[in-house]
């Protein structure tokens, strides 16, 4: 009996020293390790900061002076929250996009829930130069009236190819060409029209709803022109990208553009049509110079205008009627104006590929007929085209 009540005794103490023994073996066996996150997600934060710098860079370059990292609405904005009601709070690019990195594929879902950034791609965009070239540019433009488009009878067309044309479609052995093309080595050259030379590295820009890069359209356009003359087809020369730049750098009466156009070879006024693309940084439009009609165009396909870009190219052509004519002051009839009734963008990705069709249609003297719907089609189209050197008809 004194036995078993000493067991007694000592059986809860006993039961104790087992519990902290094994709080000291747990304890002993607990791993503390730092957190180190995986390479999926190490890509993932990577792609992250990639359009958060994209989306930085873009209103940067919208804006006439440097952003905050977050650009905020004020209360006049009315912007909706996420729920769809209007708290008058202000709302955060960068903290939108923080939290729904995954929905932020392209510009389409930041343009749909910020109005203010496609406001922005809306304004004009000037790029400084010298006081005297703007005097210059501005003057031009007090005088010149842009003429609505509602107002002026549309050129007619020298033949009727548009009437037979097709929408074209890939068949299964050409989408699997293009599915070659874009895959293997970045670096690897695909040629050179003239003296636009084209790599697979700036084919895949034509892919989904990539924005595309300067090679792929100065390319594009220099297969357009190349068909100058031939077949029926309008005399074209289209400008790279280089054309623009120098002439917001430099203005449009720098003594360099005459040694610039004889080493082109660039016969200014045997052509009907020059087109002219502009890469504003984070949109493309086209600029025409058409010498049948003595019209100067903006072909905008987010809507907009930009009177500096038609000033500049206006004072040009004058520039060139002065130095190659000498005809002073410019013939009557040549006229300014912004393109408003053209097909128009849906999404933030596409601007690039209307500004190539554009070009096309109007080499072609197609009715600008196409939609946002046949982007993905282009896209494909053009990666063959550019492959083959031949346009499709």
């Known amino acids: 009996m004194k036995h078993r009540a000493t067991r007694r005794r000592t059986l809860p103490q006993a039961r104790e020293t087992t519990n902290i023994m094994a709080g000291k073996s747990l304890s002993h066996h607990k791993i503390n390790r730092p957190y180190r996150p995986t390479l999926l997600q190490e890509q993932t934060i990577e792609k992250q900061q990639k359009r958060f710098d994209t989306v930085n860079q873009m209103l940067e370059k919208v804006s006439s002076k440097p952003v905050n990292t977050s ?28 939290a729904k990195p995954i929905k932020f594929q392209t510009l389409d879902d930041l343009l749909q829930n910020f109005p203010s950034v496609r406001t922005a791609l809306l304004k004009k965009r000037t790029i400084p130069s010298s006081s005297s ?27 009727s190819a548009w009437r037979t044309r097709r ?20 670096k690897e050259s695909f040629g050179m029209i003239g003296d636009q030379p084209i790599t697979r590295r700036d084919i895949r820009t034509l892919r989904g709803l990539t924005w595309l890069n300067d090679e792929v359209v100065n390319f594009y356009l220099a297969l357009v022109a ?22 917001s750098k430099d203005g449009p009466t720098h003594p360099s553009w005459d040694r610039w156009m004889r080493r082109g070879n660039i016969t200014f006024f045997e052509y009907d049509l020059i087109l002219i693309p502009i890469h504003q940084g ?41 130095t190659k004519k ?37 080499a072609r003297e197609w009715p600008l007929d196409f939609t946002q719907a046949q982007m993905a089609q282009f896209r494909l189209q053009m990666i063959y085209e550019i492959y083959t050197k031949q346009l499709i008809v």
């Open 133 to 159: 070239c703007t005097e210059a540019i501005t003057s031009s433009l007090s005088s010149l009236q842009i003429t609505p488009q509602a107002s002026i009878t549309p050129t007619l067309s020298t033949k």
């Open 226 to 247: 190349r068909d100058s003359g031939t077949q029926g087809n309008l005399r074209v020369y289209a400008f790279s990208t280089f054309f623009y730049s120098k002439l």
């Open 167 to 186: 929408t074209f479609a890939l068949d299964d052995d050409e989408l699997r060409l293009v599915q070659t093309i874009v895959s293997g080595d970045e």
């Open 71 to 98: 650009l905020n609405y004020n209360n006049n904005n009315h912007s909706p929250t996420e729920n769809g009601h209007d708290d008058g709070s202000e709302v955060s690019i960068v903290g939108y996009l923080k």
């Open 282 to 322: 984070n949109h493309w439009t086209l600029t025409t110079i058409d010498f049948r009609s003595r019209c100067i165009g903006y072909y905008d396909s987010l809507g907009g205008t930009d009177d500096m870009c038609l000033g500049r190219v206006y004072a040009f052509v004058e520039h060139m009627y002065a």
């Open 326 to 362: 000498q005809i002073v002051p410019m013939p009557d009839g040549w006229r300014v104006q912004p393109m408003n009734m053209i097909p128009e963008q849906a999404n933030g990705s596409d601007c690039g590929v209307f500004a190539c069709q554009f070009g096309k249609y109007l």
